[in-house]
């Protein structure tokens, strides 16, 4: 009896060094030998040197000047600690009547751009985290991007275009733009934008009261 106890408990110490120190301490150093960016969060830095974001994680944009991503129901919008989607199904009226209300917001902000508003603009992703946007979701934005940056749309969609990713190693998912890129992107190309739209000034991206934002510069 005394020796079968003693066998368990020498398994469970071995299993326990193994499972509990030794390989997850070779995972992660691994890791950051091997993919260091991405073992660190893929955190973005702007031209300063400044945690502004991570690659991975939808932040809120509220300017003109900036692209917009879709909705969030993570927590109180982009909040990292608390992924998750509405959980609406499709007869929900909730749901119809936010999307009715984002899609009545975006065509007040885009007058310029065409119609119909796309839906992933007014639908909330699984996560409520997903940083990127459809090519031609990005594109329904460019009229009121480049008219807030006074300069012409073709400028401001060759930036867009420029951005676009393709699929992950040719063949799973769609083309997609990583709306944080693309932003950090416009600012390199025509200058960052004070709080008034104006030129000058360098606004702190993405919007310092977003969750997600503040995750990310800690």
């Known amino acids: 009896m005394i020796s079968e106890l003693v066998i368990a408990l020498r398994v469970s110490l071995v299993t326990l060094v193994l499972t509990g120190g030794l390989y997850p301490l070779a995972v992660t150093g691994g890791a950051r030998l091997l993919f260091r960016h991405e073992a660190d969060g893929s955190l973005v830095t702007d031209e300063r040197g400044r945690v502004v974001g991570s690659a991975l994680v939808g932040q809120g944009f509220t300017q003109a ?3 917009q991503p ?11 600690a608390a992924s998750s989607g509405s959980n609406l199904g499709p007869t929900s009226q909730k ?22 508003v796309p839906a992933e603009l007014v639908t909330t992703s699984a996560s409520g985290l997903d940083p990127h946007l459809s090519p ?3 594109r329904w934005q460019v009229a009121r991007v480049a008219k807030a940056r006074g300069v012409a749309p073709e400028r401001v969609l060759a930036v867009v275009d420029a951005h676009i ?3 992950t190693w040719g063949m799973l ?3 997609r733009v990583n709306v944080l ?3 950090l992107a416009l600012d390199r190309r025509f200058g960052g934008l004070n709080a008034a739209g104006g030129r000058g000034g360098t606004r702190p991206l993405p919007d310092t009261d977003s969750p997600g934002a503040r995750e ?3």
């Open 136 to 138: 031609e979701s990005a």
């Open 181 to 183: 890129a693309l932003n």
């Open 65 to 67: 000047s900036y692209f």
């Open 70 to 80: 879709r909705p969030s129901a993570a927590g109180s919008g982009y909040d990292g």
């Open 173 to 175: 998912g769609e083309p």
């Open 165 to 167: 990713e393709g699929r």
């Open 95 to 116: 749901l119809r009547d936010r999307a009715v209300a984002e899609a009545a917001r975006l065509r007040q902000e885009n007058p310029d751009a065409p119609t119909p």
């Open 216 to 218: 990310a510069a800690r």
